[in-house]
């Protein structure tokens, strides 16, 4: 019994010793597989990083209303453009075709336009157009269309002309308004390319020897020569035009007004007209050739001419406009002279005498020409009645570079 009892402890002992053996078998550390490792040491492909842009379109432009003009009347002048009835910006017209430009502008001031309103072209390129068209009368508020016939220049580029709206006195107001054009350059064919094909397989040459030439004797005799007469080549003319940059009127009072009107008052003053224009653009060395005093437009109250004789010109280099340029007549000296309306549009009496041309001359060096205009007859007729000349005029120069 006591035999059994030992035998079956060895055995259980011997079960309890491999079940241990199993057991630190399977506590070894275990080796980590290739593939196990290659997954945990691959790097991170990381995500493309996305960034917004927000696209913030700039507001479109903006039509600055003009200030208003204070009229003698007390009401208020002004003007607004309202659109292109026809040819819009950047319209594009081959060389020297003409064409008609029509703003739609409002009277947006308190005063009605009334007869004797104009368009008077201020800057950029005229565009073979007028000086300035009558605008017709408009009530406040209203809107009216204003036409001007143009021309594209002969040269490509792109050319803009401004314009603004001048009372009969010549006080400007209102929005200036443009018209912009392209003349495109003209378009140049360009060849087609020639397709090549496959190369053409060149036969070799065979070489023969050249029979060498045989020399004949050439004897020179040197040419005759005619000199050629002496030419003179005289530079081409340009013509420009010139609005005036700024005017103003002088009373005998010694009161200072915009307009360039020349006469006399219902108070019996007598009146002066002066302008200046900007002669920048002709270079200091050109020669001047001509110069004319083109009335474009003018009108009157009284009669200026039956009452205080001949208007007359005279250069007056006056800088800035003060009650000591008012010059009381009689005056000499005068470069142009225009003893009735009639005389305003001939040719002739528009063409400054050589007075005149040499002042012009002398004043490129400033780049200002400046003139008086005045009746010098009389000062004043005394008829308690305004008798004016109310004038608007360009200065066109002639001169070689």
Request: net charge negative.
């Amino acid at each position: 019994m006591h035999k059994n009892y030992l035998w079956q402890l060895s055995i259980i002992g011997l079960l309890l010793f491999s079940t241990l053996a199993c057991t630190l078998g399977n506590t070894a550390t275990s080796t980590e597989t290739p593939a196990t490792l290659a997954a945990e040491t691959t790097p991170l492909t990381p995500s493309p990083e996305v960034v917004v842009v927000t696209v913030t379109s700039p507001p479109p432009p903006t039509d600055t209303p003009a200030p208003d003009v204070s009229d003698p009347g007390g009401c208020t002048l002004n003007a607004r453009y309202v659109a292109d009835v026809t040819v819009p910006d950047d319209t594009e017209f081959a060389p020297g075709t003409t064409f008609h430009k029509v703003w739609r502008v409002r009277n947006s001031g308190t005063c009605t336009w009334e007869a004797g309103l104009q368009l008077l072209f201020v800057s950029g390129e005229s565009l073979g157009g007028p000086a300035a068209v009558a605008v017709p009368a408009v009530a406040p508020g209203a809107n009216t269309d204003i036409g001007v016939d143009l021309a594209a220049p002969a040269t490509p580029g792109t050319y803009r002309s401004t314009w603004q709206l001048q009372t009969a006195e010549g006080v400007r107001f209102g929005n200036q308004i443009y018209v912009q054009i392209v003349v495109p350059a003209a378009a140049t064919n360009t060849p087609e390319p020639t397709a090549t094909g496959a190369p053409t397989q060149t036969p070799t040459a065979t070489s023969t020897p050249a029979t060498p030439p045989t020399l004949i004797p050439i004897t020179l005799i040197p040419p005759t020569i005619t000199p050629l007469p002496f030419i003179t080549v005289t530079p081409s003319e340009v013509t420009i035009n010139f609005t005036p940059s700024s005017t103003g009127q002088v009373d005998s009072g010694g009161s200072i007004h915009n307009p360039s009107n020349a006469g006399d008052t219902s108070d019996n003053l007598g009146l002066q007209g002066f302008l200046t224009f900007d002669v920048s653009s002709i270079p200091d060395t050109a020669t001047i050739t001509s110069v004319k005093l083109n009335f474009t437009f003018w009108d009157t109250l009284g009669d200026p001419f039956g009452g205080l004789g001949c208007l007359r010109a005279y250069y007056q280099n006056y800088g800035g406009l003060d009650a000591g340029d008012y010059t009381p007549p009689p005056v000499m000296g005068s470069i142009a002279r225009f003893c009735s309306e009639a005389d305003l549009s001939d040719t002739t009496d528009q063409t400054l005498n050589s007075a005149g041309v040499s002042a012009l001359q002398s004043s490129l060096a400033g780049n200002q020409f400046q003139i008086r205009l005045q009746f010098n007859e009389q000062e004043t007729n005394g008829n308690n009645t305004a008798d004016v000349l109310r004038p608007t005029l360009q200065l066109e120069v002639a001169y070689q570079p």
